[in-house]
């Protein structure tokens, strides 16, 4: 591959809103730690939506995309422990500091000086893109489709958010409020890991394709639409009268949170996942109060998380093929980004 060579990549190319274009950028060179991963697939977040609309932290011009799956290109000279040819996804926390207490604590994932791919680095959407961190790299199985690789990321927050933190436990009667790909993921997760039964709710919006896509799941047991249903007389005779153990808040609006804390038990836990994008919301601080509930925040992934969130991917005890609802190249960005906006789709992945 020449010093001159080229490869397309959808840039945020400035501060502001919009300011994202598919542009031609040089194959990224790599350094004597760095790892060069040819792109495979990559996954549409809801960041990059944000990143799009001026909502969350970047250094523009960067190019966008952190959900990937690919096979390693090049190395450079120092790394030890890989090989070109091996199938691979990685985390995000790349370009921690080491050294602050939550890198010491092993919480690098929350250190402030971290740049990710996709806002503080170079990203995946791109057929190349420069790694720097090869200990954060995780091996896929032979035999597992990069499309689907292509969500171990998500899953991975889910994993940590839910299981790791939410601590859900067998026989649970659990609850997700917000039908997007990450609560469907969750509501799959919750059961393999021996939720009794769980319900998902959702909203008119999500008719066009969220709510008939978890009518079809199987590890969901009841679907509920929170402008035509009844859903706290619902979730009432669904968990007997007392009340979710776990709540998975996935929706990231304010009636969504205010909800999950309705539907939740006494001394139950809420699990929030969804990002509200605003600096401060309405929450029922005396109703969550009275219940005595964990209310419980999450942010990003841990290590522990990754590994089992491949396993479960793989197994297909997160089936993520009726997510994928949308699937193209890279000059289909805006048509993608759009589906995802109007909820007209559920996960796009680009395959570079």
Not at 146 to 173: I, Q, S
């Amino acid at each position: 591959m020449s010093e001159k060579s080229t490869m397309k990549a959808l840039v945020k190319t400035a501060k502001g809103e919009g300011f994202v274009e598919l542009r031609d950028v040089p194959v990224p060179e790599i350094g004597r730690d760095d790892v060069l991963i040819e792109v495979k697939a990559a996954g549409i977040c809801g960041t990059d939506l944000h990143i799009l609309h001026d909502e969350f932290p970047y250094w523009p011009p960067v190019i966008l995309g952190h959900e990937f799956a690919g096979v390693i290109a090049a190395l450079g000279p120092d790394v030890r422990g890989w090989s070109v040819g091996e199938r691979v996804v990685g985390e995000p926390h790349t370009l921690a500091c080491g050294t602050c207490w939550l890198c010491r604590t092993g919480s690098r994932q929350l250190c402030p000086s971290k740049r990710s791919p996709g806002w503080g680095i170079d990203g995946c959407f791109a057929r190349f893109m420069r790694y720097p961190e090869p200990a954060l790299l995780h091996r896929l199985p032979d035999d597992m489709p990069f499309e689907e690789a292509a969500f171990v990321e998500p899953a991975a927050n889910v994993v940590h958010d839910v299981l790791e933190r939410g601590r859900v436990e067998p026989a649970d009667t659990v609850i997700v409020v917000g039908p997007g790909p990450i609560g469907l993921m969750a509501a799959m997760v919750v059961k393999a890991a021996g939720a009794a039964r769980v319900a998902v709710a959702g909203a008119n919006i999500d008719e066009a394709i969220r709510l008939p896509a978890a009518r079809k799941l199987a590890a969901i047991d009841a679907v509920w639409n929170v402008e035509k249903d009844d859903v706290p007389a619902s979730a009432a005779a669904f968990t007997d009268g007392r009340g979710a153990d776990l709540v998975v808040e996935a929706s990231g609006s304010e009636g969504g949170i205010g909800l999950s804390v309705r539907l939740v038990r006494k001394k139950g836990r809420v699990a929030a996942i969804g990002l509200t994008g605003r600096p401060a919301i309405s929450f029922p601080y005396e109703a969550a109060m009275s219940k005595a509930i964990d209310f419980i925040f999450n942010m990003s992934t841990s290590y522990t998380s990754w590994d089992r969130a491949i396993h479960l991917v793989h197994s297909r005890q997160i089936d993520v093929r009726p997510l994928a609802t949308h699937q193209g190249g890279l000059d289909r960005w805006r048509e993608l980004f759009s589906a995802m906006e109007s909820r007209q789709g559920l996960k796009g992945v680009f395959i570079p």
